[in-house]
T-cell receptor, first 113, second 115 residues
């Protein structure tokens, strides 16, 4: 599986935008970029995913570089509830992977009031 | 929908004892995943099922671990005999396979402590 690289930690202030980077230089054409987050003492939860185009949903935006070797998860206005570990994951479509997810170490986001 | 249900939420046992963790996936989901999370190793996929059939168990650490999915609404992960190094949080997740999004829904986890 192609690997992702994320900063170990980031900090933000409440109500400010947060840009969480992810590098995936060995991404293949059939790899989707998925983001999950894990709030304290909870299981991971899906945030957003994309293939080539930028994506928006109610939780966040995903900006994907033109060469797809990097992406950025954008939280437009961070709240204290957004403090979590954010995982950037490449998920291969098709074959026998059945949507298998491989989690890395993620980025610990701290949000200051 | 109640989401993915796991039981027990906490389990404390002694080394050598058998431990059984249970999972009820979201109704209608046909893929189920078991993960283990520790500080040292992070989140690891242990095994996953599709339509109740084990597809990939390469993440199962050793023969002491076994998982079953007798029907679409129930799965178990068993550790026999348990060891202190098995202490971790075990998550179950489910999804509908073959959908383009294929978002996985995780349960709240079972925190296992083996003394």
């Amino acid at each position: 599986d192609a690997k992702t690289t994320q900063p170990n930690s980031m900090e933000s202030n409440e109500e400010e935008p947060v840009h969480l980077p992810c590098n995936h230089s060995t991404i293949s054409g059939t790899d989707y970029i998925h983001w999950y987050r894990q709030l304290p003492s909870q299981g991971p939860e899906y945030v957003i995913h994309g293939l080539t185009s930028n994506v928006n949903n109610r939780m966040a935006s995903l900006a994907i570089a033109e060469d797809r070797k990097s992406s950025t998860l954008i939280l437009h206005r961070a709240t204290l509830r957004d403090a979590a570990v954010y995982y950037c994951i490449l998920r291969r479509e098709g074959g026998t992977s059945y949507g298998k997810l491989t989690f890395g170490q993620g980025t610990i986001l701290t949000v200051h009031p | 929908d109640a989401g993915v249900i796991q039981s027990p939420r906490h389990e404390v046992t002694e080394m050598g004892q058998e431990v059984t963790l249970r999972c009820k996936p979201i109704s209608g989901h046909n893929s189920l995943f078991w993960y283990r999370q520790t500080m040292m190793r992070g989140l690891e996929l242990l095994i996953y099922f599709n339509n109740n059939v084990p597809i990939d168990d390469s993440g199962m650490p050793e023969d002491r671990f076994s998982a079953k999915m007798p029907n679409a609404s129930f799965s178990t992960l068993k550790i026999q005999p348990s060891e202190p190094r098995d202490s971790a949080v075990y998550f179950c997740a489910s999804t509908r396979a073959y959908l383009q999004n294929n978002e996985q829904f995780f349960g709240p986890g079972t925190r296992l402590t083996v003394l």
